[in-house]
C-alpha cells in the first residue's frame, strides 16, 4: 500500500508556495497553473470522508471535529489503498497522535516561516489588526481553521511546529521559508532529493531542472497568475500572493509587538535562526 506525504505548515508561511513547486516537480511541466495547486487538498476536506456513510455534522454543516479525528487515520487508509501511487496533502493541522501515523504517512516536509513576518501576512489576509494577529499566532492554542466542510485545530505557531517535530516515526525534512527565497537551488535540491527517498518517484534532480521549476514558480509568476485569473485561495481583504518578501515586519511592527512575540517563542525561533 502507498502511504501519504504531508507538506505541513503554520498558515501563512508558504505552503502553497511548496505545494507549486512539488506540483512543477512531479509534472515537468514548463508552466504551473495556479488552479493546478487544487491537486494538492487539505486532508481536512469533506471529500475524502465521502466513503463514510456515519458521518455527524455540526450546526454550520461542517463535518464535526470530534468525529472527524476519530476517523481521519482511517481515512487515510481508506485514500491510500484507492491510489497507485504515494498521495500527497496540505495541512495547517497539529500533528495529534490522532491526526496521521507511520501506518499511513510516508514523511512529511513541513515548512517554517519568521513568526514576525506570518503576523503580518496573517494581519494583511484576514482583516484583522496585528496586536489581533499576534495573539493568534503566539498565544491562542485553540485556534482553528474551516475550508471544505471541515475543520483543522492549528493551534499557535509554538505547538504546531513542536507537534511536528515530535514526530520522529516517519522520515522529515524542515525548511525554512527565508531559505527557499535566499537560496532557492539548494531547497528544492533537498526537497527532490527528500521525494525520490521516500517514495519510487525518480526526479531530475539536476541544474538545468531545478532552475526550470524555479523560474515556473516565482513569486512574480504566481503573483501574475493570481491577477490575470484569480485564485480560490486568496481572501475579500488581499491577494494570496501579496508580498512574499522578507523582514516585512521591520518598520511595521513595534518595539513591544516584536518583544512579545520574540519573548513568548524564543525557544524555537532559536531554533530555526530567527534570533540569536
Known sequence: ???????????KSGN?????????????KNIINIK??????????????????????????????????KNIILCQKKLNENTKYNFFFKTHSVRHKSFTNETVNAGFIYIVRDPRDVVVSLSNFSGINLDEAIN???FNKQLMTNANGARELVSNWELNIKSWLEY?????????????????????????AFINIITNKNILNNKKNIDKII???SFKTLQFQEISNGFDEASKH????????????????????????????????????YIY
Open 1 to 11: 500500500m502507498f502511504k501519504n506525504i504531508f507538506l505541513a505548515s503554520y498558515p
Open 16 to 28: 502553497t508556495w511548496l505545494r507549486a513547486i512539488i506540483l512543477s516537480a512531479l509534472q515537468q
Open 168 to 192: 520522529k516515526s516517519v522520515p522529515c525534512l524542515f525548511i525554512r521559508y527565508e531559505d527557499l527565497l535566499i537560496k532557492p537551488n539548494n531547497i528544492i535540491f533537498k526537497i527532490i
Open 238 to 273: 488581499s491577494k494570496f500572493f501579496r508580498s512574499g518578501t522578507l523582514n516585512q515586519w521591520k518598520g511595521i511592527l513595534s518595539n513591544t509587538q516584536v518583544q512579545i512575540i520574540d519573548n513568548n517563542l524564543q525557544p524555537l525561533m532559536k531554533y530555526f535562526n
Open 36 to 69: 493546478d495547486l487544487s491537486k494538492i487538498r487539505l486532508l481536512s476536506d469533506k471529500m475524502n470522508f465521502t466513503s463514510f456513510k456515519n458521518k455527524i455534522y455540526e450546526k454550520k454543516g461542517l463535518i464535526d471535529y470530534d468525529w472527524m479525528s
Open 215 to 217: 523560474k515556473n514558480t
Open 136 to 138: 493568534q499566532v503566539v
